[in-house]
């Protein structure tokens, strides 16, 4: 569930205006509502938690939290107003602050036992500014400086008050106050030159500069696609650079890299991908990231953590290791000059090992717990992650399985035992769960440790008890209006000192209210809407104020009984003296908020097909587009001219095209391979053998070179019983004998079918209701997850008309399946359609030409 929190200047500074008349403030309020819109069109942004947050003292700031629902945010943000200070540095320690607050209470860092990424909770925070200097009651501040001091309870158990799933971004508004009359340039935008752009960067965010108004919708589009759930993670290089390869993908001992140039793939800070789980929505993994130190019985505390880990790798060429049934995690890197330089070298059967320093007991660098490798494809990296120290463990684990048959000897346990002791305590519980999955023996005891301290165990659950009460105080000042400053006070003499019960124009009004007096129509004026008429009052018509039953008139009874009962029993769904016609009058402020109506709908069921992509939210607006053409962040272009040089047959040559290419789902390496190792169907434009429909009627009467030849011409039985020829558009009756000719010759053949002795030629319009019906099931059958493709081609072969026809309905296919990223499936209809262009017939290479008649 992504959290997207919300950072507005609410500054004095804030009031100024663009060119346009309105403020920035009013510029900000609607760029946070464009932003929703952009992402309401996601499928995945039902359960999105919105936060709002100023830049007043704490805890005022918090205008919407965890608790407030999507309407109570709305009407915050319309309420917002400019005035105050430019205290940015406590508003992003505030806003953190209340990010973190339940972390420790769901025990999601899991502090001193490893780093999950599966266990997140991803958070965009965006800001919006107008990049002025920073002020505070004491003076101008240069430079941006995050207090310290937190109320939150164990937040000196990490360094930086983000956490490593947590990334802000930051729109710094630099619109001019005179039109400009320069023409816009178009492109990318910019990094912005203010204090925060630095802090936006050690989160794994980035800021923008935005100048125009056009700029700042292309900086929304770009954000909406920044909500990924994935963690930070800082990877380092250790030891030398590799060997340079070359062209061929060999390594080129003569060719020497300058070993004293910092190289910026040496060290990236970026995001890898968690991605949740298609049945259960939210992620699984099995093995955590290493502690940065070795977890002792003696500490009596923990010592702090960074945000983000430090995660080295060596560039020593590795074969990747796996076993069967063993457990491992996958997660693709952001691209970025590191996952450049791995896909440049074109290898995609060797991996890189990485580390954490100082997570072994003896040894600074540590011992491997995974590696970096490239896809086969070459369009991504991964990040595998193993069982700590797992060069070692897995061969062990294949020996248990293939030499000693789960039954290990007394050397196999002591090599074992050698293993454990090399393992961080916290692996021992996962480690357990993995054998237990494999169907190994009992090999770790019962009796775990997770190597904490009882001190430090002790601190932890008091540090939680404390966060609770923190959260629920903090959680009822939400919403709250900071105290008013106490100034002049001004006596009001308007009134003379008299009560309103005595004030001669209230007492006026209240006896028009209750109906002893009627509004005098002099007092209307009627020249002020020209072309209107004001409906004059029924002297007759009273509203029905009964303070006394038996002030109600017998005629009116019934109808006010009702009422009353309705009221009283509060059978209806509207308040007490709502009618129902106003159910349906909504205010203006609130026609947008279909957020709301989102969450009331019940949970979509899970798709049948999950390779399928998932339509756009078109709410309002069936015509909509998704305008993702506009790309403007430097990383996407990045991407573009540099990583994803592959390019898929049938994908449009645009910079979103590789977007779309980094986001999708990424078939494993095993299959890859399989295509690899040259793996494919047959080479004609069928399958050799016939179809399963005319399988069941042929029987034994048929040999096998005569059932080659048949199902050249018959291609199945039709659900109204007749059986379709191609060759010479007849549709024949159930048959019982069948006579093939070949080469002039004539062979009667006996069949289980019965004769009929009609036949009706297709004219052009049932061939083309035919070839419309074969076209609507390519589409479903090219949607299909799998690579079973014997439907795709049997349908093909199915086509009336001419070879030309033929060779329309292959290239729909192939467009169909660049759609859907069917490579494989693509492989095959491009040599069919080289036939084709050749002037083979599809079926067979050495095609005989027959016919045969039924």
Request: charged share 25%; hydrophobic share 35%.
């Amino acid at each position: 569930m992504p959290i997207l929190l919300f950072l507005i200047d609410t500054s004095a500074s804030m009031n100024q205006r663009t060119d346009l008349g309105t403020s920035y403030l009013d510029i900000a309020k609607g760029a946070v509502e464009l932003f929703l819109k952009l992402r309401s069109r996601d499928p995945a942004s039902r359960g999105d938690r919105y936060m709002l947050v100023t830049y007043d003292e704490p805890p005022y700031c918090i205008k919407a939290g965890w608790k407030e629902n999507h309407a109570t945010f709305m009407s915050e943000l319309k309420n917002l107003q400019a005035s105050g200070l430019t205290t940015l540095g406590q508003a992003l320690r505030s806003s953190f602050d209340l990010l973190n607050l339940n972390r420790l209470i769901s025990g999601i860092d899991n502090y001193g036992q490893g780093r999950n990424p599966f266990f997140l909770e991803p958070s965009i925070l965006i800001t919006i500014t107008d990049g002025n200097k920073l002020t505070s009651t004491a003076s101008v501040q240069e430079e941006l400086h995050l207090p310290l001091n937190s109320p939150l309870p164990g937040s000196e158990l990490t360094k930086e008050p983000f956490r490593w799933d947590q990334r802000l971004f930051a729109l710094v508004l630099r619109l001019p106050g005179v039109a400009s009359t320069e023409p816009e340039q178009l492109g990318s935008v910019p990094t912005d030159e203010s204090a925060i752009t630095q802090m936006c960067e050690v989160t794994g965010g980035r800021s923008y500069c935005v100048r125009t108004q056009r700029m700042l919708n292309q900086c929304l589009e770009s954000l909406v696609q920044k909500v990924q759930s994935g963690v930070v993670i800082n990877f380092e290089k250790t030891g030398p650079d590799p060997l340079p390869v070359g062209e061929d993908g060999l390594t080129d001992s003569c060719r020497t890299s300058n070993l004293f140039v910092v190289q910026p793939w040496h060290s990236c800070h970026k995001l890898i991908y968690v991605r949740p789980n298609s049945k259960t929505g939210v992620p699984v993994g099995h093995w955590p990231i290493p502690e940065s130190f070795w977890p002792e019985q003696n500490l009596s505390s923990l010592p702090p953590r960074t945000s983000h880990p430090v995660v080295r790798f060596s560039c020593v060429d590795c074969e990747p290791m796996v076993i069967d049934k063993l457990p491992f995690d996958k997660y693709e890197l952001e691209p970025s000059p590191l996952t450049q330089y791995i896909l440049e070298r074109k290898s995609p059967h060797t991996c890189w090992q990485v580390f954490v320093t100082s997570s072994a007991k003896y040894n600074e660098l540590g011992y491997p717990f995974g590696y970096l490798k490239a896809s086969t494809t070459l369009t991504c990296v991964n990040l595998f992650v193993m069982p700590y120290n797992y060069p070692v463990l897995l061969p062990l684990l294949d020996d248990l399985f293939k030499v000693h048959k789960l039954k290990p000897n007394l050397k196999w346990r002591q090599a074992f035992d050698s293993y454990l002791k090399t393992l961080p305590p916290y692996y021992l519980i996962p480690l357990k769960k993995a054998l237990r999955m494999m169907g190994a023996p009992n090999l770790i005891s019962d009796n775990l440790d997770c190597g904490l301290s009882y001190s430090v165990i002790s601190y932890l659950k008091k540090l939680s008890q404390q966060t609770k009460l923190e959260s629920e105080r903090i959680l009822a000042s939400v919403g709250k209006k900071p105290p008013q400053e106490i100034g002049i006070k001004v006596k009001n003499h308007s009134g003379s000192g008299l009560p309103l019960a005595h004030n001669r124009n209230f007492r006026k009004l209240l006896k028009e209210i209750i109906g002893e007096s009627t509004p005098r129509l002099t007092e209307l004026n009627t020249k002020e809407f020209a072309g209107f008429q004001i409906g004059l009052l029924n002297k007759d018509l009273k509203p029905q104020t009964y303070r006394n039953a038996y002030d109600i008139p017998r005629r009116g009874l019934l109808d006010q009984l009702t009422r009353m009962r309705s009221n009283l029993l509060k059978t209806r769904k509207f308040i007490v003296g709502q009618d129902e016609d106003s159910l349906h009058s909504v205010p203006v402020a609130q026609m947008g908020n279909y957020q709301e109506y989102l969450k009331m709908l019940a949970s979509p069921l899970r798709e049948i097909d999950p390779d399928q992509p998932k339509r756009l939210h078109t709410f309002g607006n069936p015509f909509k587009q998704d305008k993702k053409g506009m790309m403007i962040d430097e990383a996407d272009e990045f991407v573009v001219g540099t990583q994803n040089k592959v390019k898929r047959p049938g994908e449009p040559n645009s910079p979103m095209s590789s977007k779309r290419r980094r986001n999708a789902t990424v078939i494993h390496d095993t299959h890859e391979e399989k295509m690899e190792n040259g793996q494919s169907p047959a080479d004609g434009f069928l399958l050799k053998s016939p179809p399963a429909e005319f399988m069941n009627m042929a029987g034994d009467g048929l040999i096998s070179s005569q059932l080659d030849s048949l199902s050249d011409d018959f291609t199945g039985l039709r659900k109204d019983g007749l059986i379709l020829k191609p060759g010479n558009n007849i549709l024949v009756g159930e048959a019982k004998t069948c006579s093939l000719s070949v080469d002039d010759r004539t062979i009667t053949v006996a069949s289980a079918l019965e004769m009929v002795p009609n036949s009706m030629q297709i004219t052009p319009a049932m061939a083309q209701g035919i070839n419309a019906d074969i076209k609507h099931q390519l589409m479903k059958e090219v949607r299909k997850f799998g690579r079973k493709y014997e439907r795709i081609f049997i349908l093909l072969e199915e086509v009336q008309g001419p070879l030309e026809m033929k060779k329309q309905f292959v290239e729909f296919t192939i467009k169909e399946a660049a759609r859907f990223k069917r490579r494989v499936l693509i492989q095959y209809l491009e040599k069919i359609l080289e036939k084709i262009n050749s002037h083979h017939l599809p079926n067979n290479v050495n095609h005989i030409n027959s016919r045969s008649s039924c």
